[in-house]
Antibody
Framework: EVQLLESGGGLVQPGGSLRLSCAGA????????MTWVRQAPGKGLEWVSL????????YYAESVKGRFTISRDNSKSTLYLQMNSLGADDTAVYYC????????????WGQGTLVTVSS | DIHMNQSPSSVSASVGDRVTITCRAS??????LNWYQQKPGKAPKLLIY???SLQSGVPSRFSGSGSRTDFTLSISSLQPDDFATYYC?????????FGQGTKLEIK
């Protein structure tokens, strides 16, 4: 059974930084691209970032480009999201998700971790 | 970026009804269209990928259709467990944008 467990969320001041982690289990981690998706309180889903299985290719939403960095450590089956220059608009539940490797659908999701940007 | 427009934004229906949700892409995305279900406080769940392929374990009352820019999610006979919010997503070209969501409520 695929398991994804996010951690690292919390309260951070505007302009601050935070690093999220997502530990994967139950699948061959290095085989699959991984994604971060966020959801602001009461709002819809927003795709944030994607990283290829080998970590060589990364993609970002325009809203986070230049501030967020996605990475992965395949030896630890762990995905990361380094978030810098955080603003109130970044307040959201952040989900990591595994892609299905066929059509880039997110077929398994973590439970989410809440990031609150506030002074 | 590819924009995804879902409609309606909300719909009320009864158990046993058939419901259809539509999703339109701002440019062709072939069949790289996914549908997700989300319940309050829970992570999204993949229902349909590649426009019409049913994810393992998803009931057959869910079905998807369409290609290029116009897509549909249908639920043939609503069950109490189906009342949730539904999102479409294109995975043709990064950023893999979502539609704004459709909230399915009990009439």
């Amino acid at each position: 059974e695929v398991q994804l467990l996010e951690s690292g969320g919390g309260l951070v001041q505007p302009g601050g930084s935070l690093r999220l982690s997502c530990a994967g289990a139950g699948f061959t981690f290095t085989t699959y691209p991984m994604t971060w998706v966020r959801q602001a309180p009461g709002k819809g889903l927003e795709w944030v970032s994607l990283i290829s299985g080998d970590g060589h290719n990364t993609y970002y939403a325009e809203s986070v480009k230049g501030r967020f960095t996605i990475s992965r450590d395949n030896s630890k089956s762990t995905l990361y999201l380094q978030m810098n220059s955080l603003g109130a608009d970044d307040t959201a539940v952040y989900y990591c998700a595994k892609e299905n490797g066929e059509t880039s659908a997110a077929d398994s999701w973590g439970q989410g971790t809440l990031v609150t940007v506030s002074s | 970026d590819i924009h995804m427009n879902q409609s309606p934004s909300s719909v009320s229906a009864s158990v046993g009804d058939r419901v259809t949700i539509t999703c339109r892409a701002s440019q062709t995305i072939s069949n790289y269209l996914n549908w997700y279900q989300q319940k309050p406080g829970k992570a999204p769940k993949l229902l349909i990928y590649a426009a019409f392929s049913l994810q393992s374990g998803v009931p057959s009352r869910f079905s998807g259709s369409g290609s290029r820019t116009d897509f549909t999610l249908s639920i043939s006979s609503l069950q109490p467990d189906d009342f949730a919010t539904y999102y479409c997503q294109q995975s043709y070209s990064a950023p893999y944008t979502f539609g704004q969501g459709t909230k399915l409520e009990i009439k």
